[in-house]
């Protein structure tokens, strides 16, 4: 899955017509409406402001709203730019000014899904990536060097715990996890103790 970069606003001009899509991430469904009902209070003299998002680390929560465009020109065609892109977490807001050049369905259609089209790739995206969180102990003589390497090599340092031990989280990928565990033990020449601790969501910048 992906979300956006940063939130994020894009207008088009089609026929006379202004279509203003914002963008916002969110982490639930109320965020989602409040963002929402923030920018229908911005624009609130415009004809309408169609609605959609998709929500959870698999997507599974989507909706979408027309708010009084002909059924299915509007928010359904939002929410299928966002499922086909593999977009999460993320809120799309179109604000319609009429310019007095009507569309018809098809024209709808497409001025939606462009709206938001356009809008995400001002924004950017970011891949969402689920990795395993493991747990390097070392002792203090260790931690010094231990850390510098593993903040120089490719893999993300969460958190570092300064304790009996100095422990440090590291997000690492299933495939990877061999190698890593063999890197680190020839690093500390065997004394560092490794264990995997869950897993967790760490966003990527595709480049």
Known sequence: MRTIKHDGEHELDIKKSRFI??????????????????????H???GHNCTAYVLGADGGVQRSSDDGEPSGTAGVPML????????????????RY???VK??????IRAYGNAVAAAVD??????????????????????????SD??????????????????VDVAVSDEELPGFLAWIAELTAGQALCEVRGSTVVEVDPG
Do not use: M
């Open 44 to 46: 609130w003299g415009a």
């Open 150 to 167: 593993l903040r120089d090599s490719r893999h993300r340092v969460l958190a570092v715990r300064y304790e009996t031990d100095v422990q």
């Open 98 to 100: 009429f310019g007095g």
């Open 21 to 42: 899509c914002a963008l916002a991430r969110v982490g639930d469904e109320a965020a989602a409406r409040a963002f929402i009902a923030q920018r229908r209070r911005l």
């Open 103 to 108: 569309l018809g369905a098809g024209g709808l």
């Open 80 to 95: 299928e730019v966002l499922r086909h892109r593999g977009i999460t977490d993320t809120v799309a807001v179109v604000t």
């Open 122 to 147: 001002v924004s950017g995206l970011l891949e969402l990536r689920t990795l395993l969180v493991v747990e390097v102990l070392a002792d203090y003589q260790q931690a010094g060097r231990l850390e």
